[in-house]
């Protein structure tokens, strides 16, 4: 039986109908048409749909690293140990003199705080002494960040968490902590808020290799070496102290001490007074804040005349049995050189030196030249600038043009102006065998030493510098500097201050350069005292009656500390000093 379905498919069958060829291409092609528009319309909707994946991918990412910048910007990189992380600097017996201190840093999100002014209340509890009113002003603003406190102990943050507020957050960082207050600020020099070096020592880490590691991304959760320097703390204790002690003396308004290794060049204790707390750099943007040892210049008066005296003698033009005239003031122009303590006589070698004649240091740098004069002080490292580790550099100035009368004053140190560490390390290049050795602030053996050493005057002209300086303590200005059973050697400087383009008779620049034991010098010092006063009984304030008493204080303290032993009757007498300093 068939069915109608079956019925209709064989009429259709036999009913079929030839269809042309041309026809059928034709149906063929609509056909093709439309599935490729079909493929066009699938792989436009794909293409759209990888656009908008591609802009979300590139919207999220940027706005991760936006997010990650602000937090960079907010805690200065704080979870990277490296970033605010900095090596403990100790001084040359592996005493402490900068550390790191974990500390805290407080901000809030004002999104997540409801009631700004009570939580300010109770954090006034912990924290006193808040700018309300700042943090109100910031908290009312769109942003949700806000900085509350930096540098907050870890009892302060306990004490905050127990409050129990919303919306407040800490970030761990680092604090710089110096135990020594005050007693080698300059050395150590000090950190911003977020543990850079600004000044000193501190600077000179950062500006060497830190600042590199920084740059790089390099990131470290172990301490890293302690960076040790030269100097010895239980030295600068003194020497700081000392100069206090003059200061307030000498009613002065100022003070600069340096103890150089004649050896090596290593700076073993420096000080310039009025100093500051680099725990409190509130302190250090003042002018008194300078550190007048090396980036101040001065006219160093006559202690110049020692390295006037050591170019003549070096010269082979002057001898020490030569004389000079010094009966009459020296004239040149329409100026006027004097002696202050004249002796109106004829004046050998060692007399110019222990009674500090101008006119017969004059005398001996015309014997040497104008040309001469301004080589060996070139020679000497005293007309450039200097090269040391801390980055407080003073620029030395000195005549354009050198004349005859310029040539004159500077013999006796007026004319040229120089830092009291590129004159102290003249002065021990010529006692310590004739050898310039560079300044250092870091531990120098005596071999590198050796290699950095610049033979400036003979041996046998260093020879008789060290007679001249024992001689002048002896018998000279520096009389005040005996210590006994040291053999000092010195030499005093007694410099008028220039005050609105002239010298001043009542402002003077006094310092006093010694070299112990004298027959071998193991130690330079130089001690300046600015503006000193006479004391009661004393009429004048010259280098001989303060400069020179302040360097045997210093000496008496230090020696056996530095292992110089006093030559005495019955061997070497010790004396135990207490160096804790706070």
């Keep these: 039986m068939q069915t109608p379905g079956s019925v209709f498919r064989d009429r259709f069958d036999e009913e079929k109908v030839d269809v042309p060829v041309s026809t059928r291409l034709v149906l063929d092609g609509v056909k093709k048409q439309s599935a490729d528009q079909t493929r066009h319309r699938l792989f436009l909707v794909g293409f759209l749909f990888l656009c908008v994946y591609v802009v979300l991918g590139v919207r999220?990412?940027?706005?991760?690293i936006e997010a990650e910048t602000r937090d960079i910007a907010r805690s200065n990189?704080?979870?990277?140990?490296?970033?605010?992380?900095?090596?403990?600097?100790?001084?040359?017996?592996?005493?402490?003199?900068?550390?790191?201190?974990?500390t805290y840093s407080l901000h809030a999100d004002?999104?997540?705080?409801?009631?700004?002014?009570?939580?300010?209340?109770?954090?006034?509890?912990?924290?006193?002494?808040?700018?309300?009113?700042?943090?109100?002003?910031?908290?009312?603003?769109?942003?949700?960040?806000?900085?509350?406190?930096?540098e907050l102990t870890p009892s302060q943050q306990a004490r905050i968490l127990d409050l129990g507020l919303p919306g407040l957050s800490f970030d761990r960082e680092t604090r710089r902590f110096y135990p020594g207050g005050a007693v080698a600020s300059h050395l150590?020099?000090?950190?911003?808020?977020?543990?850079?070096?600004i000044a000193g020592f501190e600077k000179f880490v950062d500006d060497n290799w830190l600042n590199s590691l920084r740059e790089a991304g390099f990131s470290t959760n172990d301490a890293m070496a302690p960076v040790a320097m030269s100097v010895d703390m239980r030295v600068q204790h003194v020497l700081r102290d000392e100069l206090k002690k003059a200061v307030q003396r000498y009613q002065a308004i100022a003070a600069t001490g340096i103890i150089l290794n004649a050896k090596t060049g290593e700076v073993v204790a420096l000080s310039s007074l009025p100093d500051y707390d680099p725990n409190d750099i509130s302190g250090t943007?003042?002018?008194?804040?300078?550190?007048?040892?090396?980036?101040?210049?001065?006219?160093?008066?006559s202690?110049?005349?020692?390295?006037?005296?050591?170019?003549?003698?070096?010269?082979?033009?002057?001898?020490?049995?030569?004389?000079?005239?010094?009966?009459?003031?020296?004239?040149?122009?329409?100026?006027?050189?004097?002696?202050?303590?004249?002796k109106r006589r004829i004046l050998s070698v060692p007399e110019v030196f222990i009674y500090s004649s101008n006119i017969g240091t004059a005398k001996m740098a015309l014997a040497v030249g104008v040309d001469g004069h301004k080589r060996f002080l070139e020679n000497l490292g005293l007309l450039g600038t200097a090269s040391h580790e801390l980055p407080e550099i003073g620029r030395p100035q000195s005549p354009k043009e050198w004349k005859t009368l310029s040539s004159m004053t500077i013999s006796f140190g007026h004319g040229v102006s120089v830092t009291p560490l590129q004159t102290i390390s003249a002065i021990a290049s010529l006692v310590n065998g004739g050898k310039l050795i560079p300044p250092t602030f870091r531990p120098r053996s005596q071999e590198e030493a050796n290699l950095?050493?610049?033979?400036?005057?003979?041996?046998?002209?260093?020879?008789?510098?060290?007679?001249?300086?024992?001689?002048?303590?002896?018998?000279?200005?520096?009389?005040?500097?005996?210590v006994d059973g040291y053999s000092v050697g010195g030499k005093t400087g007694t410099a008028e201050k220039v005050v609105n383009g002239r010298y001043s008779s009542d402002k003077k620049l006094n310092s006093f350069i010694s070299a112990f034991p004298i027959n071998d010098p193991q130690y330079v010092m130089?001690?300046?005292i600015d503006e000193p006063q006479p004391v009661e009984g004393q009429k004048a304030a010259t280098a001989g009656l303060n400069a020179a008493p302040t360097t045997a204080a210093i000496i008496r303290r230090i020696a056996t500390t530095l292992g110089v032993y006093p030559r005495l009757q019955g061997g070497p007498v010790l004396t135990e000093i207490d160096y804790r300093f706070r």
């Design 526 to 528: 130089l001690v300046m």
């Design 303 to 342: 202690t110049f005349k020692a390295i006037t005296t050591a170019m003549a003698l070096d010269s082979g033009l002057v001898g020490m049995n030569d004389s000079f005239d010094a009966r009459k003031p020296l004239r040149q122009g329409r100026f006027t050189i004097r002696d202050f303590h004249a």
């Design 188 to 197: 150590v020099g000090y950190v911003d808020i977020d543990n850079r070096g």
């Design 77 to 102: 990189w704080t979870g990277n140990a490296l970033m605010t992380a900095r090596p403990n600097l100790v001084d040359r017996n592996n005493e402490v003199m900068a550390q790191d201190l974990t």
């Design 110 to 150: 004002p999104r997540k705080v409801a009631y700004p002014s009570e939580m300010l209340d109770k954090l006034a509890s912990v924290l006193p002494d808040l700018d309300r009113e700042k943090i109100l002003r910031r908290m009312r603003g769109n942003g949700h960040f806000v900085w509350i406190k930096r």
């Design 60 to 64: 999220l990412t940027s706005l991760a």
């Design 285 to 301: 943007f003042t002018p008194d804040a300078l550190n007048r040892a090396t980036a101040g210049i001065f006219e160093m008066g």
């Design 452 to 482: 950095l050493a610049r033979q400036v005057v003979s041996e046998a002209t260093s020879d008789k510098m060290r007679y001249l300086f024992r001689l002048n303590v002896e018998e000279g200005s520096g009389k005040r500097a005996e």
